[in-house]
């Protein structure tokens, strides 16, 4: 059965159509649905209640009438942190969705579980809080960096030494393989909010280099360890979806940071303020982790015997895998790290227009990762990596080439576009691997 709060006073969300005319055998919302979306039985007083699916609760029934049948749906998500938006989504999208019997374009091509749900809603506020402690150096760099005085070569040799981080990630990321997934996600994301604080009181940039380097590495042990917990969770043609929706938060916290730049004009050693944030991320780490649970495919590989067979690793995907993100990384990470301080010196952009051109080109970045997602989940996860590579290669190219509006277009095309490969990617990682 669905999961239940009987605590809640609050009344359930309600939506009601009126279909003109008996409905035919043929229309499913004449029985028990068995969709996508939810499975249904039928009670004894003739409505269908809701036995499997994402939503906690779920009744739906049919009153006839003088014209037609009244449809009647009572149901609440009770899903954490983002149950709400569930809700509101629901209440829009559920009467047209429910009348075709088919998946939705932009949703999951599965059914999911209320716990498959309420894990994924758990992870998006971890996706939040990892954007945001990830985009707090990348986008902040080129004030602090002014801040102590340093040149723009001081910053290109901050970034290299910060990217020795990798280290970092690949000891958290092999120990998620000993001690469990959400041990290394929570532990990631507490050690990356202390090196945020770190850096908010440093004395010198250096201090700053050590402490990114560390925060950097935790962040992306988080942004490795999330898509590994959606591929062992989640039914496998709804994977790319599931970390393509975890994707639009972590962009959200990474948008968090960039609302808060314009301060940087107001006085530029304010730069310390915005790491402080780190403190209250350690509270919403220990909030939004405190009963996330660690995957079921890691519980049970981890009660195995020692004599049982896993299965190897293929040298050639590892190779491949692995060129194809350092030839990524070998563009992408200076585009991202070095871009404020070309937009500051080389085009005269104040933070505020910083601030703005970032939100402004990378918001509509949602639109491919959840293109990119339906791609992967239903046709290819190479194509819809590939061509999310090219594009993000072409726009980025195109943006530092470029001056005035051209810029701001290229800009927007490679964020988007680019976007495209980030679930598919994030799929693929895990899926060539045994976890």
């Known amino acids: 059965m669905l999961a239940r709060d009987h605590t809640s006073r609050r009344p359930m969300p309600r939506i009601r159509t009126h279909h003109a005319g008996d409905l035919s055998r043929d229309d499913p919302r004449a029985g028990p649905l068995k969709s996508f979306l939810v499975h249904e039985i039928q009670s004894e007083d003739g409505s269908f209640e809701g036995i499997s699916g994402p939503f906690g609760q779920w009744n739906r029934r049919l009153e006839p009438t003088a014209t037609g049948i009244n449809q009647i749906i009572d149901y609440r998500s009770q899903l954490p942190h983002w149950g709400w938006l569930v809700d509101l989504a629901s209440r829009v999208a559920l009467p047209r ?3 075709r019997n088919q998946a939705s374009t932009w949703g999951p091509s599965d059914l999911l579980s209320h716990r498959q749900a309420s894990l994924l809603c758990r992870c998006a506020t971890l996706s939040l809080i990892a954007g945001f402690l990830g985009g707090l150096i990348s986008n902040t760099l080129a004030f602090l960096a002014k801040d102590f005085g340093e040149t723009a070569a001081a910053q290109a040799n901050a970034l290299a030494i910060i990217r020795i981080g990798t280290l970092v990630t690949m000891i958290g990321t092999a120990l998620a393989d000993r001690l469990g997934r959400r041990r290394m996600l929570l532990g990631s994301l507490y050690l990356a909010s202390v090196a945020a604080l770190v850096t908010a009181v ?11 380097l560390v925060g950097r590495g935790s962040v992306a042990v988080s942004a490795f360890v999330i898509p590994i917990i959606c591929v062992e969770e989640m039914p496998k043609r709804s994977r790319s979806f599931a970390i393509g929706v975890l994707a639009l938060p972590a962009g959200l916290g990474v948008g968090m940071v960039l609302w808060f730049l314009p301060i940087l004009d107001v006085s530029q050693g304010a730069w310390r303020a915005m790491f402080l944030v780190g403190f209250a991320l350690i509270l919403a780490t220990r909030y939004a982790g405190k009963d996330l649970t660690e995957t079921r495919r890691f519980v049970v590989a981890d009660h195995l015997e020692p004599t049982h067979h896993h299965p190897k690793v293929h040298p050639g995907r590892f190779v491949a895998i692995g060129m194809t993100l ?11 790290q070095l871009q404020n301080d070309y937009l500051l010196e080389e085009r005269d952009f104040s933070a505020s227009r910083v601030a703005l051109f970032l939100l402004l080109t990378n918001t509509w970045g949602f639109i491919g990762v959840l293109g990119g997602s339906q791609i992967a989940d239903r046709w290819s996860r190479k194509w819809a990596a590939g061509l999310g590579i090219a594009g993000l290669t072409l726009g980025n190219t195109l943006m530092f080439n470029a001056t005035g509006w051209p810029m701001w277009v290229a800009s927007t095309v490679g964020s988007v576009v680019g976007a495209m490969s980030i679930s598919s990617i994030g799929a693929l990682l895990p899926e060539l691997f045994p976890t």
């Open 97 to 99: 969705l429910l009348a």
């Open 202 to 212: 440093a004395p010198s940039m250096q201090v700053v280099t050590i402490a990114q």
């Open 326 to 336: 350092l030839l990524l990384n070998v563009f992408a990470a200076p585009t991202q």
